[in-house]
């Protein structure tokens, strides 16, 4: 169940060997995750992969659900979902343009993040995300429902 008002967003701790993607925001001047808002109808899986790609150019397949932080902002509840990801394809951000949302975009040392990241909460997310648990594989589950069924004895 949603909290009324919550604003809902997604995001994903992008590893590859020895080094996890981060992205900075000019307006808070912060170090974070690539993350952002559902849109309206939205699945936070669909939401996550999308943002990434939006803030980063980066292609992601989305890995283990890791725990979701619950926080306020400008008194207003928020929940951000995470995973943990890999790139698919090229992971080069060289060619990142800044925006307003994003001014940098980085591949940082994972021994070196935690003392980038500007909030606590990011770096229990990727001590989590960093922690033999998550390292395991998943496979997608496709679950399909029929417009229109047969009866069981045909």
């Known amino acids: 169940m949603v909290p009324a008002g919550e604003v809902r967003a997604a995001g994903a701790v992008v590893l590859r060997p020895?080094?996890?993607l981060l992205v900075h925001r000019a307006r808070?001047?912060?170090?974070?995750?690539?993350?952002?808002?559902?849109d309206r109808g939205e699945h936070r899986t669909a939401?996550?992969?999308?943002?990434?790609?939006?803030?980063?150019?980066?292609?992601?397949?989305l890995g283990?659900?890791?725990?979701?932080?619950?926080?306020l902002v400008g008194g207003r509840p928020k929940s951000v979902d995470y995973w943990v990801a890999r790139p698919l394809g090229s992971d080069d951000v060289e060619a990142f343009v800044p925006n307003a949302e994003i001014d940098r975009v980085a591949w940082v040392d994972r021994d070196a993040a935690p003392g980038l990241l500007s909030y606590d909460r990011d770096r229990d997310v990727l001590a989590e995300a960093l922690a033999p648990a998550a390292r395991k594989r998943t496979e997608a589950l496709v679950v399909v429902r029929h417009a229109a069924a047969r009866a069981r004895r045909t």
């Open 28 to 38: 808070y001047d912060d170090w974070s995750f690539p993350k952002g808002k559902l």
């Open 64 to 71: 283990v659900p890791l725990t979701r932080q619950r926080y």
């Open 18 to 20: 020895r080094q996890v």
């Open 47 to 61: 939401a996550a992969v999308r943002e990434v790609e939006e803030e980063t150019g980066v292609r992601i397949r």
